[in-house]
């Protein structure tokens, strides 16, 4: 976009805006979207197709853009990035000590089939890494702890599934890394079967614990998936 466009799409936002803010009624701050619309309409009386589609394009661009939103929100989700390649760049190692698996050694340790475990995976009660990750490259890896023997597969299944669609990763992350509202444990150390006390109902409420903060976490990490 040249300087002159630039320019007059920011004095035709800027219109916009305050023809918003005029029009509001006494006492409100916001505006409802027919309020926005008008503003627009009349911002841009009078342009040609051609500028209206430029304008147009432009306001969606610069709505994108990391300083349209809450500064803090920005810096989180940055810190949220900067997390996900700093573990995909551990791969090689995370692979070398047997954290990360592949399919075939899974389906041994665990008992079940190849195709078992696409099911799972479908159903999003386990996870692959992505293949970004280092060391990854075309192979699937698993992390292992689904099929050690101090967790339950149902519960880590659970948690892995209430995490939902987001990043292999992210959720890799979760699991491994302590939490403040987990007493600054991380869900694999609280979700041991080993040395359990309290009997089955006080681990049921340790896994709700963990459930809950599985879906604060999903609700902080940014919706799109990194790609290196």
């Known amino acids: 976009m040249t300087s002159a466009q630039f320019l007059s799409s920011y004095c035709i936002f800027s219109a916009a805006v305050g023809a918003s803010r005029a029009g509001l009624p006494s006492g409100r701050a916001d505006a409802d979207s027919k309020a926005v619309a008008k503003a627009f309409k009349e911002a841009t009386k009078g342009l040609a197709r051609s500028d209206l589609a430029s304008i147009t394009e432009y306001l969606h661009w610069i709505t994108t853009q990391p300083g349209c939103v809450e500064s803090n929100l ?58 970004w990750v280092d060391g990854v490259f075309g192979d699937d890896y698993y992390p292992a702890f689904f099929a050690e023997s101090q967790y339950d597969p149902a519960c880590l299944a659970a948690v892995s599934k209430g995490l939902l669609g987001i990043d292999g990763v992210r959720k890799f992350r979760f699991f491994t890394t302590e939490h403040a509202d987990l007493g600054n444990q991380t869900p694999l150390k609280i979700l041991e079967t080993a040395g359990a006390h309290g009997g089955a109902v006080a681990y049921e409420q340790r896994l709700e614990q963990v459930l809950l903060a599985a879906k604060q976490f999903r609700r902080r990490v940014p919706k799109a998936r990194l790609s290196l």
């Open 74 to 131: 920005t810096q989180a989700y940055a810190t949220e990035f900067r997390l996900d390649r700093a573990m995909g760049r551990r791969g090689p190692e995370l692979i070398e000590d047997g954290t990360l698996i592949t399919a075939t050694e899974l389906c041994l340790r665990a008992g079940f089939t190849e195709a078992r475990l696409l099911e799972l995976v479908r159903e999003r009660k386990f996870f692959t890494m992505p293949h």
